[in-house]
């Protein structure tokens, strides 16, 4: 059984550019969430996909938007990225209906210049 | 005030000591609580998981969750250098969206 596959896992990117971050979830999940962790915070959440529509959304700005695919793989995408969107993009998945806990990827670490 | 508070620490204790970790929370319609811990560059842990109040025990860790005082608590037994990491406490409510709020994360260090 794998676990949460993240891609790429660093990123630098100029501010005003686009970026996709792509989230491959545990066998067996078929929700996705999408979580930013600043430096020395807690994650906060983004979003979550389940059945390819967004179930839930955070306090983020519609330049932030996702995508679920049949295989319950994910995208984050960012547009006119800004120097604080620098931080951990994590993924995490989960089986509907049951709060037991998610699954997090090690991350996509995201530097704006 | 935030939803859920947590110590940043840093705590640093020496190995074998037992580790106390905790958080607060002011909304009362959680009902999930987790304990997550995170290595440096890698993704939270899912380390416990309680429902509600009360207690439950895996090992070295032990959870605690006091619904009445809006407190939950984590205890390391016999901590080990490799407990070394941070850790997070989240929770989310029943029904809903799934989203889990966290807690800023203690970063703890067991020194050998």
Redesign the interface.
């Known amino acids: 059984e794998t676990g949460?596959t993240q891609s790429p896992t660093h990123l630098i990117k100029t501010r005003g550019q686009q970026v996709t971050l792509r989230c491959s979830s545990q066998s067996g999940h078929n929700?996705v969430?999408w979580?930013q962790q600043a430096l020395?915070?807690?994650?906060?959440?983004i979003f979550?996909y389940y059945r390819e529509e967004e179930?839930?959304r955070?306090n983020f700005p519609p330049r932030f938007s996702g995508l679920q695919f049949p295989n319950y793989s994910s995208e984050l995408n960012v547009n006119a990225l800004e120097l604080d969107d620098s931080a951990l993009y994590?993924c995490?998945s989960?089986p509907r209906g049951g709060?037991?806990?998610?699954?997090?990827?090690?991350?996509t670490?995201l530097t704006v210049v | 005030q935030k939803e859920v508070e947590q110590d940043p620490g840093p705590l640093s204790v020496p190995e074998g000591a037992i580790v106390s970790l905790n958080c607060t929370y002011s909304n009362s319609a959680f009902q999930y609580f987790m304990w997550y811990r995170q290595y440096s560059r890698k993704g939270p842990e899912l380390l416990m998981y309680t429902y509600s109040s009360g207690n439950k025990e895996d090992g070295r860790f032990t959870a605690q969750v006091d619904k009445s005082s809006k407190y939950i608590s984590l205890f390391i037994r016999d901590s080990q250098p490799s407990d070394s990491a941070t850790y997070l406490c989240a929770m989310n409510m029943q029904g809903g969206s799934e989203k889990l709020v966290f807690g800023k994360g203690t970063k703890l260090t067991v020194n050998p």
Do not use: C, E, H, I
């Not at chain 1, 020395?40 to 959440?45: A, N, S, V, W």
């Not at chain 1, 709060?99 to 991350?107: E, I, L, R």
């Open positions: 949460v929700t969430s979580y020395g915070q807690g994650p906060q959440f979550q179930n839930g955070g994590l995490a989960s709060n037991y806990g998610y699954t997090f990827g090690s991350g670490r």
